[in-house]
């Protein structure tokens, strides 16, 4: 069964930096693109870039890009998304989605999210 | 670049039928396969429907998904609807370099 584990919810503050996690299990992790979702309170989903494990090939969306960071460590099948500096802006919940490709791309499992709070 | 625009909100009764729309601003529909996700209140998203109309493997056949060229939409119908089907519903596409989500459809079965 394709899996993807995140990283529990976060309490930060603004200017810290934060690196969250999303680890995959139940596949071959190198061998399929995980994207991350941003979902704001209330409002709806936002594709934010995805990376490719077997090679760290990552894609940014022009909103995201310079914001945040995509990483990946093959070694323990895990994809991070981190910030050097959080806004109260970032507050959200952020999803990690296996991108499976068909005739298209698109997502076909998703990590639970992971709940982003920023607050002085 | 281009948007994709669906109803704030539908509801219909447990039984009914109900469509949601998700209307391409640019471009033809055709052109990129369109996707589409339920969310259930305080859950992650789950995907029903991938390239235009092929149903995910468990998802139950009340669920089909089309295009139309002429009204430029993709549209997403649920048949014998059901209480547990009440969620927001997302469609997606891909306009070239980024993946595009409409702003989503909140079904009520009431």
Known sequence: EVQLVQSGAEVKKPGESLKISCKGSGYRFTTYWIGWVRQMPGKGLEWMGMIYPGDSETRYSPSFQGQVTISADKSIATAYLQWDSLRPSDIAVYYCARVMVTAANWFDSWGQGTLVTVSS | NFMLTQPHSVSESPGKTVTISCTRSSGTIASNYVHWYQQRPDSAPTTVIYDDVQR???????????????????SLTISGLKTEDEADYYCQSFDGTSWVFGGGTKLTVL
């Not at chain 2, 139950?60 to 002429?70: A, C, H």
Request: charged share 10%; hydrophobic share 25%.
């Open chain 2, 56 to 74: 995910v493997s468990g998802v139950p056949g009340r669920f089909s998904g089309s295009i139309d060229s002429s009204s430029n939409s993709a």
